[in-house]
């Protein structure tokens, strides 16, 4: 909705290989920039792309063209009335002039493929585009986000999609619950771009790290209690925690009151360079979320590429990314307890901890690789475009 957004790094690693496969991209971001919009560019070398966002002058502009244009306006308020309810229902219809303008300019480009990034409040502008260019190829993803906010749109679009992608093997069969199941679905992981997400800083034994936004549902607190049952065993050892968020406050009092404030370092917001570095650094990285929606961690990946070894939580798929023992840790019950049992294991069995992080490596770069998914991306639109040209001659 946002782009680039401080929190959806793989969104940035996406787009930016799609630039690299030689095709021209332009993104429309449904909401305004965000405050470190140019910062956000420059640090993930988005300057290349052009990326247009919701300003005063635009909505504007989207409000008289859909003045213009009644009966589209009509049929898109029946879609949104017929489809969301409530809060949805809301936002959808705020929406209409900003997804008019986006209609509207993707007309002018002549497009022969709009993908839509979410698949959510985007499918907005797939209605109106397979309403007025049905020449145009739609692929959208279904991502575990959408799957779990339930957006009545999500499932009414079915008859206008020629393509889904989802990151996820599991998200398949709920993607075929929305009546899905005659479209091709193809499972496009969210990789990493390597060349960003190495870092060059040398590892520091018994360090523990989390990155993520602190929210309740990202499980830090379970961390912060984790690392205290281990802290007397491990008088060398430190936690840092990289993220910000409404929970900070909370969390910073919770270390304290287990007397390592010293101990716990909270870092905030930091660079995606700084984050690749970080976890270069660290010798194991722990990961507690029980947040709904959780599919395949980007900062997963990026943990094992860097080679800090995983403790996760039993998020639904993690088994795409990490096998038990070989790969990394699945704590099997999400508790302190059991997260402060494999630290320990891994503080104490060296060798074994050695020969999982080289695992991990080798999977993780062969498999969630940016660039490499992108390419089976583009490669899914240029075979259906080609059907589409060679249907067309033989008809001709």
């Known amino acids: 909705m946002t782009f680039p957004a401080p929190t959806e790094t793989f969104h940035s690693n996406n787009t930016k290989a799609l630039s690299e496969q030689g095709k021209e991209v332009i993104v429309?971001?449904?909401?305004?920039?965000?405050?470190?919009?140019?910062?956000?560019?420059?640090?993930?070398?988005?300057?290349?792309?052009?990326?247009?966002?919701?300003?005063?002058?635009?909505?504007?502009?989207?409000?008289?063209?859909?003045?213009?244009?009644?009966?589209?306006?009509?049929?898109?308020?029946?879609?949104?009335?017929?489809?969301?309810?409530?809060?949805?229902?809301?936002?959808?219809?705020?929406?209409?002039?900003?997804?008019?303008?986006?209609?509207?300019?993707?007309?002018?480009?002549?497009?022969?493929?709009?993908?839509?990034?979410?698949?959510?409040?985007?499918?907005?502008?797939?209605?109106?585009?397979?309403?007025?260019?049905?020449?145009?190829?739609?692929?959208?993803?279904?991502?575990?986000?959408?799957?779990?906010?339930g957006y009545g749109g999500s499932g009414a679009i079915v008859p206008y999609v020629d393509f889904i992608w989802t990151q996820a093997s599991i998200n398949i069969a709920q993607i075929n619950k929305l009546g899905f199941n005659r479209i091709p679905i193809r499972v496009i992981y969210d990789g990493l771009d390597q060349k960003v997400s190495l870092g060059r800083k040398e590892k520091q034994p018994f360090s523990i790290i989390t990155i993520g936004r602190l929210i309740k549902s990202k499980g830090i607190d379970l961390c912060i209690r984790a690392f205290s049952l281990i802290a007397d065993s491990y008088p060398e050892s430190c936690f840092h925690i990289l993220g910000d968020g409404p929970e900070r406050k909370n969390l910073e009092r919770l270390a304290a009151q287990l007397g390592l404030s010293e101990r716990v370092i909270f870092r905030g917001h930091v660079s995606m360079e700084e984050v690749a570095a970080e976890l270069a650094a660290s010798d194991v990285f722990l990961f507690m979320s029980y947040k709904v929606g959780e599919r395949l961690p980007n900062v997963v990946k990026e943990a094992m590429l860097n080679k800090a070894l995983c403790i996760v939580s039993e998020t639904p798929g993690i088994e795409e990314l990490i096998q038990d023992g070989q790969t990394g840790f699945i704590l099997g019950k999400n508790s302190p307890e059991e997260a402060a049992k494999k630290i320990r294991r891994i503080f104490s069995e060296r060798a074994e901890a050695e020969l999982i992080r080289a695992s991990a490596y080798d999977f993780v770069l062969g498999r969630f690789d940016c660039r490499k998914e992108m390419g089976k991306l583009v490669f899914e639109w240029e075979n259906q475009l080609e059907a589409r040209r060679e249907k067309k001659c033989v008809s001709a």
Request: aromatic share 10%.
């Open 28 to 149: 429309f971001s449904l909401l305004p920039k965000h405050k470190d919009h140019n910062k956000l560019i420059e640090q993930r070398g988005l300057s290349k792309i052009k990326v247009n966002s919701c300003n005063v002058l635009n909505y504007m502009a989207g409000f008289m063209i859909s003045i213009f244009h009644p009966l589209l306006s009509l049929s898109l308020v029946g879609f949104i009335l017929f489809n969301t309810r409530g809060k949805h229902l809301v936002k959808s219809l705020i929406l209409i002039p900003r997804v008019f303008y986006i209609w509207s300019e993707i007309c002018k480009e002549q497009s022969d493929v709009v993908n839509l990034l979410w698949g959510h409040y985007p499918v907005l502008v797939g209605f109106l585009i397979k309403r007025t260019n049905p020449e145009i190829l739609l692929s959208m993803g279904l991502l575990a986000y959408d799957l779990e906010m």
